[in-house]
């Protein structure tokens, strides 16, 4: 049973270009998160899909960065006209059901993409 | 403001020492789930243990154990008997309740070193 698949594990673009960066969630979950983590801090929620929907995206800048999880296929965090702050680890989680507060609910994390603008 | 703080950005301990790592969080809402997840320098995120805010019990899982103080709002991981393999980043995350769509706040994490 497959874990959560990121790729590319590595990114390199030059400012300017388009990343974009693919995350297929574990089998039989539906739901997707995206966080970003800065060099030398912690994680930063960006958004929160389901298949086909948008449900948070309080977290993505508001200029550049879209995100989907179409009905078949990956869901794929795009950024556009990458800058060199945009250089981060990019994480996808996934869950089988989304539940606030105390139910135990581990979403599990894929190994990220390690963007890097030059 | 800051929900969830973690002061210590770097602790060193002995080999198989224990190691305790402080979290501090801050929310309103009654219900919400505490995690530790842990990054060592390959850097892919690994889930060590939980605790709900209406458990009774502080959890344990293995080697670590969570010291959940609600009216301190803490949640510090203890790790018994320190191995090497356990030098790594930690980070502290919460998940808030009603209404929340599951997304986790990081804290900024500790970074452990063993000795051996």
């Not at chain 1, 989680?93 to 890097?116: D, H, I, V």
Request: with cysteine.
């Amino acid at each position: 049973n497959a874990g959560v698949m990121q790729n590319p594990r590595h990114l390199v673009r030059r400012r300017g270009q388009e990343a974009r960066l693919r995350c297929s969630p574990m089998k039989g979950h539906s739901h997707v998160y995206w966080y970003r983590q800065l060099p030398e801090e912690g994680l930063k929620f960006m958004v929160y899909l389901q298949k086909e929907n948008i449900i948070d995206e309080s977290g993505m800048p508001k200029e550049r960065f879209s995100a989907e999880f179409p009905k078949e296929g990956p869901s794929i965090l795009r950024i556009q006209q990458v800058v060199r702050g945009d250089s981060a680890a990019y994480f996808c989680a996934s869950s089988p059901r989304a539940s606030g507060g105390p139910s135990y609910n581990e979403q599990f994390f894929g190994p990220g993409t390690r963007l890097t603008v030059l | 403001a800051q929900k969830i703080t973690q002061t210590q950005p770097g602790m060193f301990v002995q080999e198989k020492e224990a190691v305790t790592l402080d979290c501090t969080y801050d929310t309103s809402d009654p219900s919400y789930g505490l995690f530790w997840y842990k990054q060592p320098s390959s850097g892919e995120m690994i889930f060590l243990i939980y605790q709900g805010s209406y458990d009774q019990q502080n959890a344990t899982e293995g080697r670590y154990s969570l010291n959940f103080q609600k009216a301190r709002k803490s949640a510090n991981l203890v790790i018994s008997a320190s191995q090497l393999g356990d030098s790594a980043m930690y980070f502290c995350a919460m998940r808030e309740g009603q209404g929340n769509t599951g997304k986790l706040i990081f804290g900024q994490g500790t970074t452990l070193q063993v000795k051996p």
